[in-house]
């Protein structure tokens, strides 16, 4: 791990009353991690505890839900920046009116490509993230490339689910 950035909290808008909210103190945190296997766990783990600090863990059972796809997510993405880019990468993960939003930023340029799942060992990652997200996406950083996701944090109808 080479460098911690973030703390902030979401905005509080009254206009986004409207929108479920995470609990107060969630909010932005960026981490960025050299190109070595081990940082793929340390990924896994740091969503892990940040979403614990920031009491999405354990909201009305969607919590445990919310952890563990985003651990999985996280570790496919950290996994194809390693694998793909060869280059440090940075997990930025941010909260706020009912959406974590998760990004691994890299050096590499090939966007991903969603594969269909087979019974390869490899590369299913962009399936699951196609199949778990509520929406994901892919853009050109400079020299390099951000894929991110976004899940919901709430057990609201609808909240968290593929939109159409």
Not at 74 to 80: D, M
Request: glycine letters at 12%; a negative charge; one cysteine or more.
């Amino acid at each position: 791990m080479l460098q911690l950035s973030g703390g902030g909290r979401p905005d509080p808008d009254p206009r986004y009353s409207a929108y479920p909210q995470p609990p107060l103190g969630a909010g932005h945190l960026s981490v960025e991690y050299d190109p070595r296997p081990s940082a793929v766990r340390e990924a896994r783990a740091e969503v892990r505890r940040q979403l614990e600090s920031w009491g999405l863990a354990d909201q009305d059972g969607i919590g445990d839900d919310l952890v563990a796809t985003a651990e999985l997510l996280v570790s496919e993405l950290a996994t194809n920046a390693l694998l793909h880019a060869a280059s440090r990468f940075r997990l930025t993960l941010s909260a706020a009116h009912g959406v974590l939003r998760c990004e691994i930023s890299d050096g590499g340029r090939r966007v991903p490509q969603v594969l269909d799942a087979g019974t390869s060992e490899s590369g299913r990652g962009m399936f699951l993230v196609e199949a778990l997200a509520r929406r994901w996406g892919c853009h050109q950083d400079g020299p390099g490339k951000t894929v991110w996701f976004e899940l919901g944090t709430c057990a609201c109808d609808g909240c968290g689910r593929r939109q159409p």
